[in-house]
C-alpha cells in the first residue's frame, strides 16, 4: 500500500465542517431547520436519487431555484458525484436562460415550482440533452406539468437510500458551470474545478486573520444575500460548511422576513451587493431593527460601495466591509481590511480604508498595469488594469478559445476593471475598461464622482454615464434617484454647487464635475441587481450637452 | 496564451506575506533586527550565492545552526530555488548525524562557527558527495577552518546580487527532508513538498477561526521555542511569513535572554515542548516576568501536557493549548479548542478540554481503530491507534520502501499512537503503541497516570514506565524528580496515598496504580528534550516487584 493521495475536492470540506460541527443548524425562512448532520445524510439521499435517475460523472445538472436548503444540498451532491453543478441566472431573459442551458449540454434541470410555467412555455425549445426534470416546492406536493419525466425532489430524496460513498475525485475534476450575465454580447461561461472551489474557501475564511471588520468565524451566524446562482453565491456556503456555521437561508427576497429571520435567529454576517444593503438599511422599518443591525457585520461587492450607503449602515451599527472579485475568478480576488498600523486611525479615516476594494486576499496576486503590462505607480493617481494570478481564476470561457485567449493575455487574467492603488497595496476601482469616460483624452472615473454624489444628503441612488460631446470627445452626466422627501425641492444646480465646494475643497478636479444632473425616480438594473450601465448610456446618448 | 497554472509553493506564501507586511520585524536575539521586505532581499541574495556554489534543483542543503534569522533565510531560498533542505538534527548522535548526511547524500552543509569543531573532527568520515561548505557566525569574522571550500555566509550574502527570480516550480517538487530521531533503529528519512508545506500552512492558520486559546492572528508576535531542525519548527515560520508576524528568534536557548526578550519585543504566542514550557514557568526568575506571561499564548505539542504544567503556566496568567503531529506529518495534526457549546462552560471544565489532544485541524481525517482497522466507540475508554489522512503526510520514508508499506497499511498513516476519543471527536493520547503498558492482558495508559501524577505538590517531572512482572507480564512504575523544596521530605507512601484518594474519587482504575514511586534527581532526555522512555524502561528492566 503506498501513501494516500489526499485531493482537494468538496467532500473533504463538507466532511471537515460536519464532523466538527454537526449540531449546528441550517434554517431556510421560517419553514425548515435542520443540522448540518441531517443535512448530510439528505445529500447523500440526494447523490442516490440522482445515481439512479443516471447522473454520472460529467453529467450537468441544472437548477432554477432561489436560495433554499434543496439548493444547497445541489450545491454539494451533484459536484461531490462527479457531475457539475450548472447555477442558472433566474434573472436572465428566457431566450439567454435556454442559450446557456443548451451550451452548457444540461441533462437534468431542477426547477422550483414558481418557474415551472415559465419553463414550460418554451418547453420546445429546451436543449436535446435535457432528459430529466426535478420539481422542488415548499407547498409539500408535487405540481402538475407538462414536463416529462419530471419527479419530485422531496419524494427522492424521501425514498433514497441515506448511504452513499463519495467519490475519491481527482482535484481537477470540474464542479460548477455557470454563465457571466454578459454586458455585452451573449453569456460566457465559465468552469470551476473541485481544487478551486476549495483553495477559494480556504483563503476566503484565511483573511479573517487579518484585521478588519470581515473577521467570520465559525460562532457567526450566515445569512447570504447574493444568489446562490451568482458566481457560488460568492463562494460563501462552502466556506460556511468548513467553518460549520450556522446558515440562515432567506429564498426568494421578502424584506419584512429577512429582517425577522435575522432577529429571531441571531443572524450576525451577510454578504451582499450595494443595491441590497441599500434595500435593508432604507427599509421603512429599518430604524425599528437597530438591535438586528448593530450585531451585522456586511460583505459588500459587485460594485463599489458608495460612501453615503456606507454611512447610512454606519449610523444603524453595521459594520460593512469591501470586497472585489469577478465570475470569472470563483469570485473573490480582495477584501478591504486593515494594516495593523492603521489600527489606532481616527474612524473616518478607517472608513476611507474600507471605502476602498481593499487588498488581494491570501495567495492572490495582483497588479495594477498600463496598455503595456507594466505596473503604474502607486500613487493613487495612476489609473491602470487589473490583472490577477489566483489558484482559483477560470481556465478558460467554456468552448470559447478566442475570449479565453484574450482573458489570459500574458499569463495574466485580465479584469477590465480599472483602478488606481497606493503604496500599502489598496486597489480603488475606478471604473470599467468598457464605461471610463473619456473626455479631451483624460480618463474620468465615473465611480469616484458617484462616490462623491452619495454623500449629498438628498442622492438616494446615482449613476454618472458618458455622453458624446463634440469638442471634448466624452463628457460625465448623473442620473440621480432623489431621496422622497427631497423629490421636487432638489435642483440641478443645487447639486452643481455641492461639486463645486469638494472641487474646492480638492476632492475633485473641477473638469471631471458632470454637465448635467437628471433627476429620475429609479436607475434600470441588470440580472443581478447592479445600475445598468449600458442601458442608461443608450437611453442618453443623444443628449445635447453645451 | 492559457491559464497561468497557479502551483501551491513556498514562494507563493513568502511573497503574499511580505507584500502585505513588508515593514513587519524579524528579530534575532538582541544582535540582529529587519524588516520582512529587508529579509526575502536577503533570501534573493542568498539564493544568488548558492547558485554561484553549483546548489541547483534536487541539490540537498544541509544545515546545522540554532535558530538564527540565517536559518530562517536558508528555510525559504533553499526550497524556493528547487533545492532540498535538510534540517539536521543538532541533539542525534555524531555518528547518527553523519549516517543522516551519507543517506540524504548532503551537496552542501552550512555550519554555525561552534559546531565547526564536531564537523572538523569527523572530517574525513563525511559523505563523499559533500562538497561546500558555509559557515555562519555571529563575530562578523569567518573563523579558521580545515573544512574546504568553506565560505563566510555573510560575505556571500553581502556580495551577491539581490535580483533573484525564483522560478515557478511545480508545487510537488521536494523541499525539505529531515530524519526522525528514531527512539528505535537508525534516524529515517521524511521529505516534504512544496505543495504539502503550503496546505500546512493555511491549514494551521485556520485553526484561529474556531474558538479556543490557539488564536494566531497577524497582530501577534511570534518567537519559536521549538528548534528549526524540528519538523520545520512545526510549519510555524511558514505560518509567520504568510501571516507576516513579527518574529523574535532566541538563537540558543538561554532563558533569562528569552525572558528579556519577550519582554522588550512584546512576544504573545510562542510553541514548545512540555520540557521547554517548564523551563519557561518554573524559571527562578519568573515571578518577576508575570508581565511576560500574562500576555502570552503557547501551543504544547511533542508530549502530551502534564495537568500540572498547565496549571502553573496558568497561575502565571499564561492561556496554554495542546496540539499533536508526528515528524512523518509535516507535523501538525490536532489543536485543542473549544466547540462554540463549550464556551460558557466553567474553567476547569474547559481545562479538561484543553488538556486533551484536541480536534483535526482543517482538511485532516482522524481515526481511532483497533487492530482489524475498525473505528473503536467515541466512549473516552476504548483504547486504539490513531490513524490519519492530510494533505500533508509524508509520502514516504526515504529510501525504505519496508518501512514505507508499514507506515501506509491499509492506506492510512499508522500514527503508533494509541488514544481514545468521546462524542465530540476530542481524542486523547494515552500512549505509545511501542511503551503501552500490559497487565494483565489489558492496557494501562502511563501519559493518564504521569497526568495525575503531576498534580500532586511535591512532583516537578514524572514518568510511568512498564517493568516486567512475573505475574502480570507488566506492572506501572513511576519515576519522579521531586521539587526542591520537598526533597527528602516526599515518600513512596504519601503518593501512593494520594494515587489512593484518586482511585476512591472514580479519576483512576484502582489496579492501574503503579507498584512503585522512585525519587530521582533528573530524567533522561531524548535529543528533542522529550523524556528518553527506552533509556528509563532499560535501567529499571531487573527492578524486582512484589
Redesign the interface.
Known amino acids: ?4 493521495n ?1 485531493q ?1 475536492i468538496i467532500k ?2 463538507l ?2 465542517g460536519v ?3 454537526p ?2 443548524e441550517i434554517v431556510y425562512r421560517d419553514l425548515v431547520r435542520y443540522t448540518w448532520s441531517q443535512f448530510y445524510e439528505r445529500v447523500k439521499r440526494l447523490a442516490n436519487a440522482l445515481e439512479e435517475l443516471g447522473v454520472k460523472r460529467g453529467t450537468k445538472v441544472a437548477v432554477l431555484d432561489w436560495d433554499t436548503h434543496r439548493y444547497l444540498e445541489l450545491y454539494f451532491a451533484v459536484p461531490m458525484m462527479g457531475a457539475i453543478l450548472h447555477t442558472i441566472n433566474l434573472r436572465l431573459p428566457p431566450e439567454h436562460i435556454l442559450y446557456t442551458m443548451k451550451h452548457a449540454e444540461d441533462e437534468v434541470l431542477v426547477v422550483r415550482d414558481e418557474f415551472l410555467p415559465i419553463v414550460e412555455r418554451v418547453k420546445d425549445m429546451l436543449p436535446e440533452s435535457l432528459r430529466t426534470f426535478i420539481i422542488t416546492s415548499d407547498t409539500g406536493t408535487m405540481p402538475e406539468t407538462k414536463l416529462e419525466p419530471a419527479y419530485d425532489y422531496e419524494s427522492l430524496v424521501k425514498e433514497a437510500s441515506p448511504d452513499y460513498e463519495f467519490p475519491e475525485l481527482d482535484e481537477n475534476t470540474d464542479a460548477t458551470i455557470f454563465y457571466t450575465s454578459g454586458t455585452t454580447g451573449l453569456p460566457k461561461g465559465v468552469i470551476f474545478t473541485h481544487r478551486q472551489i476549495t ?1 477559494h474557501t ?2 476566503v ?2 483573511v ?4 478588519g471588520e470581515f473577521h ?4 457567526d451566524v450566515v445569512m447570504p444575500l447574493v444568489p446562490f446562482f451568482h458566481v457560488h453565491s460568492w463562494g460563501m456556503p462552502y466556506v460556511a460548511a ?2 460549520g456555521t450556522k446558515l440562515v437561508l432567506p429564498g426568494r427576497y421578502d424584506w419584512d422576513l429577512i429582517l425577522e429571520l435575522m432577529r429571531k435567529e441571531g443572524v450576525t454576517y451577510t454578504y451582499c451587493v450595494p443595491t441590497i444593503l441599500h434595500a435593508l438599511v432604507y427599509h421603512p422599518k429599518a430604524e425599528e431593527y437597530r438591535d438586528v443591525f448593530s450585531r451585522l457585520r456586511a460583505s459588500i461587492g459587485g460594485a463599489a460601495l458608495p460612501r453615503g450607503l456606507a454611512l447610512r449602515a454606519r449610523e444603524l451599527g453595521m459594520k460593512v466591509t469591501s470586497g472585489y472579485g469577478l465570475s470569472e475568478t470563483c469570485p473573490v480576488l480582495t477584501i478591504s481590511g486593515y ?3 492603521m489600527l489606532d486611525w481616527p474612524e473616518d479615516k478607517k472608513l476611507e480604508v474600507r471605502l476602498k476594494t481593499g ?2 486576499i ?4 495582483l497588479r495594477v498595469v498600463n496598455e503595456k503590462g507594466e505596473d503604474v505607480p502607486k500613487d493613487e493617481k495612476s489609473i491602470g488594469e487589473i490583472v490577477v ?3 482559483w ?4 470561457y467554456y468552448k470559447d478559445p478566442e475570449k ?2 484574450e482573458l ?6 485580465h479584469t477590465g476593471d480599472l483602478a488606481v492603488w497606493d503604496e500599502d ?1 489598496y486597489v480603488k476601482i475606478v471604473g470599467r475598461l468598457k464605461f471610463v469616460i473619456k473626455s479631451g483624452g483624460e480618463w474620468i472615473s465615473p465611480l469616484i464622482l458617484e462616490d462623491l454624489l452619495s454623500t449629498h444628503p438628498a442622492v438616494s441612488e446615482v449613476a454618472v454615464i458618458p455622453v458624446p460631446h463634440e469638442k471634448w470627445g466624452e463628457r460625465p452626466i448623473a442620473v440621480i434617484v432623489p431621496k422622497a422627501e427631497y423629490k421636487d425641492k432638489i435642483t440641478e444646480d443645487d447639486l452643481r454647487k455641492f461639486m463645486l465646494k469638494l472641487a474646492d475643497e480638492g476632492k475633485v478636479a473641477k473638469w471631471w464635475i458632470p454637465d448635467r444632473f437628471i433627476f429620475t425616480d429609479s436607475l434600470p438594473k441588470t440580472g443581478t441587481g447592479k445600475v445598468d450601465v449600458l442601458k442608461l448610456i443608450e437611453q442618453y446618448k443623444t443628449l445635447k450637452l453645451e
Open positions: 500500500m503506498s501513501a494516500y489526499y482537494l473533504n470540506i466532511e471537515w464532523n466538527r460541527a449540531n449546528k483553495l480556504l483563503c475564511a484565511l479573517s486573520l487579518f484585521p467570520l468565524t465559525s460562532q468548513l467553518l494594516k495593523e498600523h487588498l488581494p491570501p495567495l492572490v496576486k494570478r489566483a489558484p481564476c477560470t481556465r478558460e479565453t485567449k489570459w493575455k500574458d499569463g495574466w487574467l497595496g
